[in-house]
């Protein structure tokens, strides 16, 4: 029986670019509540399998590369500032003693140098392999979803915040993009594309190209009639101001109540009643921006699904932080005593979820091949 297939992407069923957010935040806030180093190698393997069947050849799509070697970077760096800075973790095996400066008394609890024990130096691993699955995470949001259709969804409150929003999105795949460009002009033309002056050679025409598709961004919206508002009566103005900013605050007080000890009482009704005055004020809000939609992406079954598959992953990890001293000792391993990580088995499999994506999501043009 031959196995069902996702439809080939089209105009009408293409995925919508914030299920692609959703789910690439719901495999970061998983990986926010785990330091142990097998759960996060298994996230960012299912965000860069995914990656792998779903991509385009776009510009956007190229940046997931450059975002994991930001990710090792941070965890060089982070380890880095252990060895020379120590770390307040204590520990009794001592891997290596470096040359320790002399600081004044009133820096009591700094140290330059001084013993390197294998405790703070693992520690200091955990938590930057947790900084770098964020951002490999982020890094995937950014290769799969396209940036301008992002923008069409966007309520019309928030559509001139959200062009601010799109242009820092987009800046960084764009020169990824111009980079390798360059690079493959100078190895054409028999010139090092490698080392110190070859970087330099090539940072002025990157941020000329910068430059330009700024200019060139900014005359098509002029173009367009951007920045055009419509009449809106004073009472109306004002009601929306009260509810989104209101509404904003209790997201907030609710977001911490739920975080909080003792605030999961009041914490669920303030967040609900906030998102729903937040909504109301962005819909009234969205009468000022006389705009026109054309086409807009359908928030589809398919993309509930991508969605649900990374906000699962999250409420997974999240359950298992509570589900007691064992199974939070399982996602966070202690380095005093030093001990191996284990793997455990029922958040491991929840992580798997996150692996929808690349079976249920349309494949785009110039995807590779969906996994058999």
């Known amino acids: 029986m031959r196995p069902l297939r996702a439809p080939e992407a089209t105009r009408s069923n293409a995925l919508h670019a914030g299920a692609w957010w959703l789910w690439a935040l719901g495999l970061a806030t998983a990986a926010s509540r785990t330091t142990n180093p097998l759960l996060l190698g298994l996230i960012v393997g299912v965000a860069g399998y995914v990656v792998a069947a ?36 204590p520990g009794t095996t001592t891997l290596l003693t470096l040359p320790e400066l002399p600081l004044p008394d009133w820096a009591q609890g700094v140290r330059i140098g001084g013993p390197v024990t294998a405790e703070e130096l693992v520690f200091s691993l955990y938590e930057g392999a ?13 290769a799969l979803a396209n940036p301008a259709r992002l923008l069409k969804s966007l309520p019309g409150a928030l559509y001139e915040a959200g062009v601010a929003v799109v242009v820092a999105m987009t800046f960084a795949p764009n020169l990824v993009a111009d980079v390798a460009r360059l690079r493959t002009a100078r190895r054409l033309r028999g010139r090092p594309a490698g080392g110190v002056r070859a970087v330099l050679q090539i940072g002025l025409p990157v941020l000329e190209g910068a430059l330009e598709r700024s200019i060139a961004v900014a005359a098509s919206m002029d173009a367009r009639g951007y920045g055009r508002t419509a009449r809106v009566p004073d009472g109306v103005r004002r009601t929306t101001n009260v509810l989104t900013l209101g509404g904003l605050l209790g997201v907030c007080a609710g977001t911490y109540g739920l975080l909080a000890a003792r605030g999961a009482g009041y914490g669920l009704p303030l967040l609900a009643a906030g998102l729903l005055a937040a909504l109301v004020g962005l819909r009234l809000g969205g009468r000022r921006a006389a705009r026109s939609r054309y086409r807009p992406d359908r928030w589809g079954a398919r993309a509930w699904l991508v969605a649900g ?7 997974a990890l999240i359950a298992a932080n509570g589900a007691g001293a064992a199974a939070y000792e399982a996602l966070h391993p202690g380095v005093v005593p030093l001990v191996a990580p284990e793997l455990p088995l029922w958040p491991a ?13 349309p494949i785009p043009d110039g995807a590779a091949k969906e996994p058999a």
């Open 54 to 89: 779903r991509r385009t050849d776009a510009p956007w799509a190229r940046a997931y590369g450059a975002f994991v070697k930001l990710a090792l970077f941070v965890v060089a760096v982070r380890t880095l500032f252990t060895l020379v800075l120590g770390s307040a973790v």
């Open 130 to 142: 947790k900084l770098a699955t964020l951002l490999i995470c982020v890094g995937a949001a950014n």
């Open 309 to 315: 598959s990374g906000v699962a992953v999250a409420a």
């Open 349 to 361: 499999a929840a992580v798997l979820m996150g692996l929808a994506p690349a079976w249920l999501a």
